[in-house]
Every structure is written in C-alpha cells, then in structure tokens.
C-alpha cells in the first residue's frame, strides 16, 4: 500500500451496511473501505455475501441500512449508471456477455470518436484503433490485432480489456468480480499484474474473490465475509496466506471437520481391527478341528 493510501480519505466505503431479501439476511453490519493506490480484497466461500456485496457496492442493490460513502461524502446510488457516473466501475466475472464486434467498438462502448459534421458524422474507425491500442499498451496488453472479434480473446484478455476500458474512461474504484476464477494459472497471472498496475496508477481496486492463493500476493488489505457477516479488515501485515485460508474457511468448521475425521478414522482401524481378530479366530478355529 502506497504512502498516499494510507494517509487520504477512502475512495469509496460502505458503513454497517446491511441487505435484506424478506427474512434472508444477505449481509449484515458489513464495513469496509477502498484509497486509491490500494487493493482490497474481499474473500469468502460460496454464500458467504459477496454477490450481493458487488452488487450493493455497483449500485444494483441499495441497502436497507447503513451509509455508503464515496470520497468521504454519502450517497445513494440511483442505478450502475449512477456508480458509473461518479467514478465506480465493476467488472463482471462473466464477460461472455461482451458482444461479438471488433474490440475498439467494445472498447469506446457509447462514446466513440467521430469525424465529420452533421449527416456525413461518421465513426472515426482510425482514431479509435489507434487509442484502444495506446490504452491497452498503457495497461501492458499488446493484442495482436485490435480489429479482431472480442468472442476471439482469450478469458484473461477479456478481462484485461475490460479493465483497460474502465481505467481509461477515469474510473476511480474498480471492482472485480471473480476475474481469475474461470482461468488457468498464467492466466490469471495475466489478470493479478494488471490488478498491480491500476493500482500503480492510482486507482482503489476491490478485487472480490473466493481464492486466497490468488488475493494474498496483490493484495494490501483483506475482508473475509462469512454467511452475511463479517469477520473483520486486516492488514497484509497482520494476517498470514495460512490464517487468511483458515480465517476463509471458518476455524471452528475446520475443527468440527477434524474431530469427525478423527472419529471416522477411528472408526475404520476399530473395523480393520475386528476383521483382523476374526480372521484370527476362524484360523484357530480350524486348526483345533484339523
């Protein structure tokens, strides 16, 4: 974590944040808070909240309680378009979504370059390469030809572009949704090395993710969530790659999960035991016959 990380107000911070579907308590009491030139990781287990987190965070859900901050002030997000607007980008774990056109029509998405005026206004095709390729340079991508379709791109440089795209149109906060989980391991190496230059350059990430193996190396401080709640923030300082993993995993589940191997185990060397002793004496038994 840069210096400028430590000492400035946070980019974006969620404040006891809570999130109800009827009786179902998606989160509860969740506080955490991303700087720019830092990564912050949020990690848990299979529905341990962080859809829902993402989705509070991007604007998609509001929360029932608590404050949600962004550079100190509260707000409250009106729709993604909303989070957009003031700097929050998200990047969907699912990128299959991206549709099948050249990949600077991807990249400018809305806001693409044109030339001429008024009927003869028209896309300017050149300008657009050329920035899609000097944005993606800037990130490290070099891609082999940026007119190639999008569907073409391996996961990691999907992912690449998607965050490529975001930095370039002045994200602040970039929120990762899973994006090394579908991919192979230089993959998503691909993927944390990106991670590090947004933040090099700047920008407040949250990389959510159920992967501890992948979080550790980039990250500079970690959320675990675990069924809704929060077993706190820590330090990269504080918390080990072994007690992050035991953290994530619950520690009393994986003692509970010890005990009954223990029991399972002793269980089968008392059956092994009891075969072993019958054997014994059905030999016996026949000796005394012969």
């Not at 400018?108 to 050329?130: H, K, N, Q, Y």
């Not at 975001?166 to 970039?174: C, D, P, S």
């Amino acid at each position: 974590m840069s210096d400028r990380a430590r000492d400035s107000t946070p980019l974006l911070e969620v404040d006891n944040v809570s999130k109800y579907f009827g009786t179902v308590i998606a989160l509860k009491d969740i506080s955490m808070s991303v700087r720019a030139g830092e990564v912050m990781c949020v990690l848990g287990d299979n529905g341990a909240g962080k859809s829902t987190l993402i989705k509070t965070l991007s604007g998609v859900y509001r929360p029932d309680a608590g404050r949600y901050l962004i550079e100190g002030r509260e707000v409250r997000l009106a729709s993604p378009r909303d989070a957009l607007a003031r700097g929050i980008a998200t990047v969907y774990q699912d990128l299959a979504m991206i549709p099948l056109m050249s990949i600077w029509r991807n990249f400018f998405l809305g806001s693409e370059p044109t030339a001429g005026w008024g009927p003869w206004r028209r896309f300017d095709v050149g300008l657009a390469m050329r920035t899609a390729r000097d944005e993606l340079l800037k990130m490290g991508i070099d891609v082999r030809d940026t007119s190639q379709p999008v569907g073409t791109l391996s996961g990691g440089e999907r992912q690449s572009v998607a965050i490529a795209r975001a930095v370039h149109f002045g994200a602040k906060v970039l929120i990762l949704d899973e994006p090394t989980s579908a991919l192979g391991v230089k993959q998503a190496g691909v993927v944390l090395r990106y991670i590090v230059q947004a933040r090099a350059q700047g920008l407040g990430v949250i990389f959510i993710t159920h992967n501890p193996q992948h979080a550790y190396p980039v990250g500079d401080r970690f959320t675990v969530l675990n069924r809704g709640r929060s077993y706190g923030t820590f330090n990269k300082a504080e918390l080990s790659r072994e007690e992050l993993v035991q953290m994530m995993a619950g520690g009393r589940e994986l003692e509970e999960l010890s005990h009954e191997l223990d029991e399972f185990a002793r269980a089968d060397a008392d059956i092994e035991e009891g075969r072993a002793l019958r054997a014994a004496a059905h030999q016996l038994e026949e000796e005394a016959k012969g």
